[in-house]
């Protein structure tokens, strides 16, 4: 809305077709990736359900010494430490990237056992390779 707003007074004040031409593509875009996205979340939640006969399970993550496991209704995963090639802390979030779209997705209120400090230090400790924490 705003870059077609912008295309509109770039047109009241005379300015060279070029320039509103840039404006309009960037609106377009924009739209685009908002649309992308929209079909990305469902195009997951349909392969979500469909792996998981209609139902989203629950996740949960053990990890132990060596691995970290994961149980998501049928679906069982293990990862070693060594995996774990960023670690990202974000307001409500700590996570855990596997791969460049791959990741462990950690709420820190979400512990059973233990406390997210506790699990924050333990992390750090397995996983010293790491250089590029944020």
């Not at 960037?26 to 992308?36: G, P, Q």
């Not at 392969?47 to 053990?62: D, K, Q, R, W, Y």
């Not at 994961?70 to 995996?83: I, N």
């Not at 996570?95 to 230090?121: A, C, W």
Request: proline share 1%; aromatic share 14%; with cysteine.
């Amino acid at each position: 809305m705003v870059c077609l707003y912008i295309a509109y007074l770039n047109i009241a004040r005379g300015r060279n077709s070029f320039e509103i031409l840039v404006f309009v593509v960037m609106f377009f875009f924009s739209i685009a990736i908002y649309f992308l996205h929209l079909k990305v979340s469902k195009d997951m939640m349909k392969n979500t359900l469909a792996v998981h006969n209609g139902i989203i399970p629950e996740s949960i993550f053990s990890f132990g010494e060596d691995i970290v496991t994961l149980k998501e209704g049928k679906v069982f995963m293990e990862f070693d430490y060594s995996q774990i090639k960023r670690i990202y802390e974000l307001k409500k979030l700590y996570v855990l990237m596997i791969g460049k779209q791959n990741g462990i997705i950690v709420r820190k209120d979400s512990f059973s056992v233990g406390t997210f400090h506790k699990f924050k230090e333990f992390i750090e400790k397995k996983c010293k390779n790491i250089k590029n924490k944020r």
